[in-house]
């Protein structure tokens, strides 16, 4: 009885640890932020979403990467539980590893939630995603375009 009682008692424990978990990160409610602020900028489709699970600060940095095309407007936004997206930032980089542009404003110590930038050229972009200064480690972003 004693033993049928443990096992019970441990896997309700083990139940709840996992549904907790599993709730830490709600990126649905932060996709859909990002997506009303894009369908705010004129003329930009969305085109894809990245999750930004940090993982309760185990990740830092998260990297995605896509084919983004030359003559094409891009724009990114992020969101996390703060309305200013303060503690996220990315930084956009070409497949040679040079750095493009970063979300971070260093001298106003500002956090910029959307940027738009133009590819010079056709071919495999980086976005690195990185927690800075926050105890906040979930978030998403969302990619939207515009043919110029």
């Not at 990740?59 to 303060?86: P, Q, V």
């Amino acid at each position: 009885m004693m033993r049928r009682l443990l096992w019970g008692i441990l896997f309700f424990v083990s139940l709840y640890s996992q549904t907790a978990f599993a709730q830490k990160c709600n990126i649905k409610q932060f996709k859909d932020k990002c997506i009303t602020a894009l369908q705010r900028q004129r003329g930009y489709t969305f085109l894809k979403s990245y999750p930004l699970d940090g993982q309760g600060g185990v990740k830092k940095k998260i990297k995605y990467s896509y084919i983004l095309s030359r003559g094409t407007a891009y724009i990114l936004t992020m969101a996390n539980r703060r309305a200013d997206a303060k503690g996220i930032s990315v930084t956009i980089s070409t497949s040679s590893g040079k750095t493009l542009l970063n979300s971070y404003d260093e001298n106003k110590k500002k956090f910029h939630s959307t940027i738009g930038f133009n590819p010079k050229v056709t071919g495999v972009y980086y976005f690195t995603f990185e927690f800075q200064n926050t105890r906040n480690f979930c978030a998403a972003s969302v990619l939207g375009f515009k043919r110029r």
